[in-house]
């Protein structure tokens, strides 16, 4: 019989009481900021921002560094605190033509209106761990040269003119929000793009990664990939007009995919769409790839039953807060259930006739 | 988007000034050029959250991207002009900087303001953000093509 139990309070307490002394570390070593994170371990910020699905770099350094560099359990952090939030509205959508681009690169088109600017990049580096870091080197100021006037406009955009890729004609619905109501299928691309915006990086790479390697192949190349900072516009009902409140950078990835055509559409290029918060370069990739894997009902073509696409597999794996929750939960007191299945293994032997425990097995 | 009257464009342009502005800024060109003047509140500074969206493909159909912290607040002068603040991030210090000098700018002083605080404020901004755009443009591709030893 199970008897309720109580107790571990003063272990709680000391655990966690070690717990703030283990994240501290050696206090010989200087305590690091909140401002050192931001500053410095940026990319990790940006991280948690895009799958906190809450833009605010202070927080997210805090809450990685509360979290001792456990990115999923800062994401975690950040999700709570984004429930405490009184929601003053939204924002018009964002103009990713208009961003102020520190980076802008097309694997499909050499000489493109704007160029082809590297910006901040570990491309073309040689993956060499640089000691020189770890003796706290001074870094010289990056180069600097005159800006060349004109506009940056979209790659599709100059493929749309001769019609070889499908539009995306604006649309002034407002979205399905799935902070607001559950995610339920069927999924529109709306709420699928705001499902994988959050999603775990790391599973939306392995997605993306197996429908290059032929699980649902839908030949992807980056039409255009661009980092930089964005105006954020909203309404302001007091006011009766709108007004930007702030800006954010964020990462944007337009692949254009193979389309052979069917019965309704000639055969033209498609597109996948990857857009997300901070720098996050592999991740608006790889959500552009399963975003157009994603896709494949509309778009007329088959389903050759791959992972990615599998629109309920995908959303309801995605989220690692919900995942880490269920999985991690396992390890929390299940003594009742245990004891349960204790007893029913207990008495299935005996109907099997194999309670005799065998005394010498060896 | 293009607003029917200038007036509101021209507020409009300064309130997303400020929203933009960095920590602290504000209140330190404010402070510098004059006493502030005394207010009531209409709302006190408030810490939420506004849903950013995006389009899918950029141009289509919006999508919800997450959201980002944002503090607001309303305030009136004694001489009765009110003034809005929303800006970026958690500081309700600087919405109340903000939400002063939009009401200024709609007093006799807006001049001096301008002067004093978003004429700066804009050439700072300006400064910043054509600096980071010559370090990308130093990292654009200048692509030749090789010689081929033909002649």
Redo the contacts between chains.
């Keep these: 019989m199970y008897v309720a139990v109580k107790g571990g309070e003063r272990a709680i307490a000391n655990a966690h009481a070690w717990l703030a002394e283990e994240r501290r570390g050696d206090t010989d070593v200087a305590d690091l900021s909140v401002t050192q994170i931001r500053e410095q371990l940026k990319l990790a910020v940006d991280r948690v ?2 799958e906190g ?4 770099p ?2 997210a350094a805090l809450a990685i560094k509360q979290s001792r560099g456990d990115l999923i359990e800062a994401i975690f952090l950040i999700r709570a605190y ?1 429930t405490t ?10 103009s ?2 208009e961003m ?4 802008r690169i097309s694997a499909t088109f ?2 493109l209106p704007g ?6 990049t570990f491309d073309y580096t040689h993956r060499l761990l640089d000691f020189k870091l770890a003796a706290d080197g001074e870094v010289p100021e ?7 006037p004109g506009d940056v406009p ?1 790659v ?1 955009e100059f493929l749309n003119r001769e019609g070889l890729i499908e539009e ?12 607001r109501e559950p995610l339920e299928m069927p999924a529109s ?3 699928r ?2 499902a994988l ?2 999603a775990d990086e790391g599973f939306t790479l392995g997605l993306a990664y197996s429908t290059q390697r032929g699980y649902g192949r839908n030949h992807a190349f980056v039409g255009e990939l661009r980092i930089g900072m964005v ?4 309404e ?1 009902p ?11 950078t ?1 990462t ?1 990835c ?1 692949t254009v995919n193979q389309f052979k055509g069917s019965k309704t559409e000639p055969p033209q290029f498609t ?1 996948g ?1 990857g ?1 997300v ?1 901070g720098q996050s370069e592999r991740k608006s990739i790889s959500m552009a790839l399963v975003d157009r894997a994603l896709r494949w009902e509309e778009l007329g073509e088959d389903n050759v039953g791959a992972p990615a696409q599998d629109a309920e597999f995908v959303l309801y794996h995605a989220d690692n807060i919900q995942a880490t929750g269920f999985l991690e939960h396992i390890k929390l007191p299940h003594y009742v259930d245990f004891q349960s299945e204790l007893e029913l293994v207990r008495k299935l032997r005996r109907e099997a006739g194999a309670d005799q425990v065998p005394e010498a097995a060896e | 988007m293009k607003d029917t009257f200038d007036e509101n464009a021209l507020r409009k342009h300064w309130m997303g000034l400020l929203a933009k502005a960095p920590a602290g800024r504000v209140a330190t060109l404010l402070d510098a050029a004059m006493e502030r003047p005394l207010f009531t509140w209409l709302r006190a500074p408030e810490i939420g959250s506004t849903m950013v969206r995006g389009r899918a493909g950029a141009t289509g159909a919006p999508f919800n991207l997450g959201e980002m912290t944002v503090t607001r607040c309303a305030l009136t002068l004694e001489t009765g002009e009110v003034g809005h603040a929303y800006i970026q991030g958690r500081r309700k210090a600087d919405t109340e900087a903000a939400a002063l000098v939009d009401a200024l700018m709609q007093g006799p002083q807006a001049e001096a303001v301008r002067s004093a605080v978003l004429t700066p404020l804009e050439e700072e901004m300006a400064a910043k953000k054509a600096a980071r755009a010559a370090k990308a443009a130093a990292t654009k591709v200048e692509f030749f093509t090789m010689a081929r030893g033909e002649d």
């Design positions: 921002m895009a699905s809450l833009y605010d202070d927080l984004r939030l009184p929601r003053f509205g939204a924002s018009e959508p964002v990713t033509g102020a681009c520190d980076r050499k000489d160029g082809q600017v590297l910006g901040p990056a180069p600097s040269r005159d800006v060349a979209h599709t995306a004609p604006a649309e002034d619905t407002t979205p399905p929000d799935l902070t691309r709306a709420l793009l705001q915006t959050r105006p954020v516009e909203m302001i007091e006011l009766g007009f709108a007004i930007e409140i702030g800006e954010i964020l944007e337009e597109r769409y857009l918060f």
